[in-house]
T-cell receptor, first 111, second 117 residues
Framework: KQEVTQIPAALSVPEGENLVLNCSFT??????LQWFRQDPGKGLTSLLL?????REQTSGRLNASLDKSSGRSTLYIAASQPGDSATYLC??????????FGTGTRLTVIP | EAGVTQFPSHSVIEKGQTVTLRCDPI?????LYWYRRVMGKEIKFLLH????????ESGMPNNRFLAERTGGTYSTLKVQPAELEDSGVYFC???????????????FGAGSRLTVL
């Protein structure tokens, strides 16, 4: 059974810092891995999607890496801003076409 | 392009009552999914429709939950009778049909928060 773990559960950093969020999964048989952002009262916004054959994806100040064999992914946020404050969720898509989510990391960027 | 719309955004009901949640997917998206997040836990899959057919309902917790997608457009998720442990946020997502090598990218709605007292 696929289990997704995210560490840390919460993180506070001063504005301008670079930071890394971690995600691990137990079953490496995945189709892809996605990082989502959730703001209070809002839906899930897809940030980056990495196919199982890829090692990383970049979008602006965000960079996500995937090491499928070890069951790990990281989301790197450069030069953090207060607007980056949100909950970040990692999810893997399995052969059953279902997304398995982690519990998320709540990020607070302090001005 | 309109996104995935869910209604209501928040519902407060008493134990034993019935609640119906609605999801309008992105037009043309044949895949429709329901997910749920209960307090302190991760978001979990409930079920998956392809058009009007239930492709996978392995995540449905019990027979108090009934999902329908008549005509393959919008979907409803009914909880009857509601119990305290049903409280949480119910998310709907949709995606277009893709081939075996395509990426299945789900677009999520804002969720419907259910509080059972």
């Amino acid at each position: 059974k696929q289990e997704v773990t995210q560490i840390p559960a919460a993180l506070s950093v001063p504005e301008g810092e670079n930071l890394v969020l971690n995600c691990s999964f137990t079953d490496s048989a995945i189709y892809n891995l996605q990082w989502f952002r959730q703001d209070p009262g809002k839906g899930l916004t897809s940030l980056l999607l990495i196919q199982s054959s890829q090692r990383e994806q970049t979008s602006g100040r965000l960079n996500a890496s995937l090491d499928k064999s070890s069951g790990r992914s990281t989301l790197y946020i450069a030069a953090s801003q207060p607007g980056d404050s949100a909950t970040y969720l990692c999810a893997v898509l399995t052969g059953a076409n279902n997304l398995f989510f982690g519990t998320g990391t709540r990020l607070t960027v302090i001005p | 392009e309109a996104g995935v719309t869910q209604f209501p955004s928040h519902s407060v009901i008493e134990k034993g009552q019935t609640v119906t949640l609605r999801c309008d997917p992105i037009s043309g998206h044949d895949n429709l999914y329901w997910y749920r997040r209960v307090m302190g836990k991760e978001i979990k899959f409930l079920l998956h429709f392809v058009k009007e057919s239930k492709q996978d309902e392995s995540g449905m917790p019990n027979n108090r939950f009934l999902a329908e997608r008549t005509g393959g457009t919008y979907s409803t998720l009914k909880v009857q009778p509601a119990e305290l442990e049903d409280s949480g946020v119910y998310f709907c997502a949709s995606s277009p049909l893709v081939g075996p090598s395509g990426a299945n990218v789900l677009t999520f709605g804002a969720g419907s928060r259910l509080t059972v007292l």
